[in-house]
């Protein structure tokens, strides 16, 4: 399966503070992406890094793309608790699909 | 700035009827797709669709499903006869190209009963 898997699956954190979460997948990609989802809502697109990228900052997010090890890592610098979220690393291997892990939940301690 | 809208946000259905589901993704967008998630589960590829018509589709997308964008700006999905196992989260995405951010609508929650 090229499916993404996150890890970790829970991460609970004290506002202010960074939060780090890890992605890896089994085949080549073309990108990764990241996305947010609030609790019963949509998909919200967070960043993309291709396949021939390293590193990508966006604001406070953070993403790193490792292509020998098939992982990805997004940092959320300075946390709020408007960053409680799942968090999903999606890989798109051919242009027409994406394949999502199962998540992280990120719990911002006020 | 653009959003992917979805309609209903909520459909209640008796197993066995058709469903549509309606999309209209970002109006510059040309690639467009279908997902679902199922309840405390993964998000799952449905189809993804660019020039009139399917570039690739799931296991999950048997005879019961079809997608039609009907003029220059809805997308949609139908279930013609709906299961249980149908009842989920359906996400609608757009993408301006490939290898391009997907972006998704709010979802349409389908229960079937």
């Known amino acids: 399966s090229q499916q993404g898997e996150e890890d970790p699956q829970a991460l609970s954190i004290q506002e202010g503070e960074n939060a780090t979460m890890n992605c890896s997948y089994k085949?080549?990609?073309?990108?990764l992406q990241w996305y947010r989802q609030n609790s019963g809502r949509g998909l919200v697109h967070l960043i993309l890094?291709?396949?021939?990228?390293r590193e990508k900052h966006s604001g406070r997010l953070r993403v790193t793309l490792d292509t020998s090890k098939k992982s990805s890592s997004l940092l959320i610098t300075a946390s709020r608790a408007a960053d409680t979220a799942s968090y999903f690393c999606?890989?798109?291997?051919?242009?027409?699909?994406?394949?999502f892990g199962a998540g992280t939940t990120v719990t911002v301690r006020a | 700035e653009p959003e992917v809208t979805q309609t209903p946000s909520h459909q209640v259905t008796q197993m066995g009827q058709e469903v549509i589901l309606r999309c209209v993704p970002i109006?510059?967008?040309?690639?467009f797709y279908w997902y679902r998630q199922i309840l405390g589960q993964k998000v799952e590829f449905l189809v993804s669709?660019?020039?009139?018509?399917?570039?690739?589709k799931s296991e999950i997308f048997d005879d019961q499903f079809s997608v039609e964008r009907p003029d220059g700006s809805n997308f949609t999905l139908k279930i013609r006869s709906t299961k249980l196992e149908d009842s989920a989260m359906y996400f609608c995405?757009?993408?301006?190209?490939?290898?391009?951010?997907?972006?998704f609508g709010d979802g349409t929650r389908l229960s079937i009963l």
């Open positions: 995405a757009s993408s301006i190209g490939g290898n391009q951010p997907q972006h």
């Open positions: 085949t080549s990609i073309n990108n």
């Open positions: 890094i291709r396949s021939n990228e």
């Open positions: 999606a890989t798109d291997a051919n242009d027409y699909k994406l394949s």
């Open positions: 109006s510059n967008h040309l690639y």
């Open positions: 669709f660019y020039n009139n018509e399917i570039s690739e």
